[in-house]
């Protein structure tokens, strides 16, 4: 009895350890897959940008990451279906951007303080 408990808890163990290593390597490969894919990101915006429309969308990143990513997967898409001819200025990168702002501002609610006239708590 204590050895067949003991080869079970062996057999528990290796499993465990087998199963351990499997997450490593999935996780591995997801974080190397991650990595290629923003290779192949980047390498598409070099082409397709301005040295001054990427210096725009790296402070854009820093101060709202989603929506330059937003911007990226947009750009790399119009690029895909040959929407892009050439590079795409810092002009351009600024009119899409007010096109962007002008949908998202109309989407949003929009919200209003109303203030109660005659009450005045300096009155003491």
Known sequence: MADDAERMEAMRQKRAAEMQSEHVSRQQQEAERKRQQEEIKHSILVQILSPEARERLA??????????????????????????????????????????????????????????????????
């Open 59 to 124: 402070r854009i990143r820093l101060v709202k990451e989603e929506k330059a990513n937003a911007i990226e997967m947009m750009l790399i898409q119009a690029a895909q279906a040959g929407k892009i001819q050439g590079q795409v200025t810092d002009a351009y990168l600024v009119k899409m951007l007010e096109q962007i702002n002008g949908t998202q501002e109309t989407r949003g609610p929009k919200v209003t303080i109303q203030r109660r006239k005659g009450f005045d708590s300096d009155d003491d």
